[in-house]
Nanobody, 121 residues
Framework: QLQLVESGGDLVQPGGSLRLSCAAS????????IGWFRQAPGKEREGVSC???????MYSDSVKGRFTISRDNAKNTVYLQMNMLKFEDTAVYYC???????????????WGQGTQVTVSS
């Protein structure tokens, strides 16, 4: 069974940091584009970052310079390091896999269940 499981979400103060994890089972992450998306209440799901099979990263303008995506093939896990968090980063964060190097959610399949990130003082 193909599955992605996100973890690492938490309540954090503005300016703080979190690291999200996306662990795969049933397939090898290294042969897929893996993307991170987020969805805030009342908003559409938006692409945050993705990484391709040669570890090139892509970031949305809203997180560029603050978030870093990485992959650990031995652990079959992709990470999203989030620094300098802002109130507007509050959302449920999802990871998913694709064959396309893009931040378009319609290019992605095999979604995880999401992990909540709340930025609040």
């Amino acid at each position: 069974q193909l599955q992605l499981v996100e973890s690492g979400g938490d309540l954090v103060q503005p300016g703080g940091s979190l690291r999200l994890s996306c662990a795969a089972s049933g397939f090898a992450l290294r042969y897929n584009v893996i993307g991170w998306f987020r969805q805030a209440p009342g908003k559409e799901r938006e692409g945050v970052s993705c990484i391709n099979i040669v570890d090139d990263p892509m970031y949305s303008d809203s997180v560029k310079g603050r978030f870093t995506i990485s992959r650990d093939n031995a652990k079959n896990t992709v990470y999203l390091q989030m620094n300098m968090l802002k109130f507007e980063d509050t959302a449920v964060y999802y990871c998913a896999r694709s064959t396309r190097f893009s931040l378009n959610r319609y290019d992605y399949t095999t979604w995880g269940q999401g992990t909540q990130v709340t930025v609040s003082s």
